[in-house]
């Protein structure tokens, strides 16, 4: 049992880097390369933080020079169970 759960955290910490890895790529892809707010954040910062969101004169501009963390939780629940859908 105790090897299981190890192997379980193992996988848990994989997926939780690929994760990771995957949503910066988007960040870096959408917001850096290509302008784009892929997340809405500008559509958040503006509802929640709006005088803050005002004071920006570019939001693209901004974006594209801000830098990102990302840092995901990941738990496995029912490792190598299959569910299968009947039709």
């Known amino acids: 049992k105790e090897e299981e759960e190890q192997k379980q955290l193992e996988e848990e910490e994989i997926k ?3 994760i ?3 949503t910066l790529e988007a960040i870096q892809k959408g ?3 290509k302008g784009c707010d892929v997340f ?9 933080q709006p005088d803050y969101y005002k004071s920006l004169s ?3 501009k901004t974006v ?5 963390e990302c840092k995901a939780d990941v738990r496995i ?5 299959k569910s299968f859908h009947h039709q």
């Open 77 to 81: 629940e029912r490792a190598g169970q």
């Open 58 to 60: 570019d939001w693209r």
């Open 40 to 48: 809405d954040l500008g559509r958040a910062l503006q509802k929640y």
């Open 31 to 33: 917001f850096v390369e």
């Open 64 to 68: 594209q020079k801000a830098t990102f």
């Open 16 to 18: 939780q880097k690929e």
């Open 20 to 22: 990771e890895e995957q």
